[in-house]
């Protein structure tokens, strides 16, 4: 590949993966990107990739960083609504509102870079492209995973998230007018044990938090674990989030065999569980170091 003068960056069209809180390695994607003289000028994302992605867009990555960085499991149990059986165990209302208090919603039409958040309509059972209106309306749709989060109702659509048929969706970046296509696989090769595993990160926990918050935070604590050596004692939520990343590695490989980027960026399956936001820090240092070791076998740093 031809190198570019040092005043001459490489554009990039970005595809961001699903797969729960492994996605928070997207953060050090992008900065290893950013730091590298590649300027993103697309962004195709899925569930947590179509958060990640579409706050990169609007500018605020760092400020979603931050508070990824500052969160803890109690943290996020206040921030888990029950649905009460509507099709999901959380209605994820909270979440949403506390990123736009955080960040601000904003229009997709007037983001910096385009950007595309891809979700799954049940009653089609096709692929649903999200470019316009609200960016969290659009997020929030992306990352409706099943049994998880209610579904999300969009005109005769109901939309859950985009990993149940496209969990690395390059599709929307085909026509993109850019160097290079990378593409951030959140299930790559498993990790051999103990490899690279996560340091528990110290965070205040408050005191005298109720019964309530408990049993979300126990519940949280059972679903993010990516330890199999319990396996004959898993949930049933266990099991469902097992099946579902199981699903979507699989039809990731297929996307990927079928459409391979430019640079493919491989982030292993059990880094960390599903629901491991408190390990942001070392998902955001383990995306940056897969983002230049991916370079580097490809031989395309500038």
């Known amino acids: 590949m031809t190198k570019k003068s040092n005043k ?64 803890s499991k109690m943290d996020m149990a206040n921030l888990l609504d029950i649905s009460w059986g509507n099709g999901g165990i959380f209605k994820g209302d909270k979440v949403i509102e506390t990123l736009k208090d955080l960040i601000g919603d904003a229009e997709i039409d007037n983001l910096n870079i385009p950007f595309t958040a891809v979700a799954a309509d049940m009653i089609t059972q096709k692929e649903v492209w999200i ?24 005109g005769d659509k109901l939309l859950i998230d985009g990993g149940v048929l496209n ?34 990160e110290e965070k205040d926990e408050k005191e005298g938090w109720g019964k309530f918050q408990k049993n979300i935070q126990d ?45 493919e960026i491989k982030i292993a399956r059990n880094s960390c569980g599903t629901l491991d936001f408190d390990q942001a820090s070392h998902m955001i240092d383990l995306g940056y170091k897969r983002a230049k070791e991916a370079f580097d076998a490809n031989h395309k740093v500038v």
């Not at 679903?223 to 097992?242: L, T």
């Open 131 to 154: 470019n316009k209106g609200s960016l969290f309306d659009a997020i929030r749709a992306s990352i409706s995973l099943p049994l998880f989060f209610t579904p999300v109702k969009r």
């Open 167 to 200: 969990p690395v969706p390059i599709a929307p970046t085909f026509n993109d007018q850019t160097d290079l296509t990378i593409a951030v696989n959140l299930g790559g090769p498993l990790l051999k044990k103990n490899e690279e595993a996560p340091e528990p």
């Open 8 to 71: 001459e960056k490489q554009s990039v069209s970005l595809v961001l993966g699903s797969g729960g809180a492994r996605g928070l390695a997207h953060i050090g994607v992008i900065k290893w990107l950013e730091e590298n003289d590649y300027e993103v000028k697309s962004i195709a994302g899925c569930s947590i990739g179509a958060m990640v992605g579409g706050v990169y867009a609007a500018g605020k990555l760092s400020d979603l960083e931050e508070w990824m960085c500052s969160i």
């Open 219 to 263: 519940f949280i604590s059972k679903y993010s674990s990516n330890d199999d050596s319990d396996e004959k004692n898993w949930g049933m939520y266990q099991v469902a989030d097992r099946a579902f990343d199981t699903m979507q590695s699989s039809i990731a490989r297929m996307k990927i065999a079928t459409y391979p980027p430019d640079v």
